[in-house]
């Protein structure tokens, strides 16, 4: 069992930073993928960033690409996110989620969710 906080979210003016963390209980964080997902006001879940293990796999989201990072810590069992060059359109409650395996970018293969944070992009 794999329990999820994230925190980091807020209130940011377009093209400013943000970072999100996401901090796991359990024994055997690094067994696990872990993903960000991020869901707009009336629109659908959609995959962020993912990152394998022991990082060497880091899939992103085209809208993303080249303005967000992502990476783990797993001594501090902690998976962040850094957005860069924030634009209004990223505003969304922003999940964390862990897997067993390998990463994917598809949401049904997350074992484990965290309950979101707020990101507010003002233009």
């Known amino acids: 069992q794999v329990q999820l906080v994230e925190s980091g979210g807020g209130l940011v003016q377009a093209g400013g930073p943000l970072r999100l963390s996401c901090a796991a209980s359990?024994?055997?964080?690094?067994?696990?993928?872990m993903g960000w997902f991020r869901r707009a006001p009336g629109q659908e879940r959609e995959f962020v960033a993912a990152i394998s293990q022991s990082s060497d796999d880091t899939p992103y989201a085209e809208s993303v690409k080249g303005r967000f990072t992502i990476s783990r810590d797993n001594d501090k069992k902690t998976v962040y996110l850094q957005m860069n060059s924030m634009k209004p359109e990223d505003t969304a409650v922003y999940y964390c989620?862990?897997?067993?395996?390998?990463?994917?970018?598809?949401?049904?293969?997350?074992?484990?969710w965290g309950q979101g944070t707020q990101v507010t992009v003002s233009s």
């Open positions: 989620a862990a897997k067993l395996l390998l990463t994917t970018t598809q949401a049904i293969g997350y074992h484990y």
């Open positions: 359990g024994p055997t964080f690094n067994n696990y993928a």
